[in-house]
């Protein structure tokens, strides 16, 4: 599935995308939308750096 554009109907919707992923998109359904992107970004940077960590490298992309 395509980022751009796609929203949480079409995530929840579909099959391919995890049950975790799915589990944060009811869980956070109504919370403020900034806080959540904010706090979305930081999970992104911790689990990118556990990532890297665990696989010997780094990659700044951003």
């Given at each position: ?24 998109l ?37």
């Open positions: 599935m395509a980022r751009a554009g796609v929203t949480a109907a079409q995530v929840l919707a579909d099959p391919a995308a995890s049950y975790a992923l799915k589990a944060v009811v869980a956070w359904r109504r919370r403020d939308p900034v806080d959540a992107a904010n706090d979305a970004r930081l999970l992104r940077d911790v689990l990118e750096g556990a990532a890297d960590q665990r696989l010997g490298g780094r990659h700044d992309d951003r």
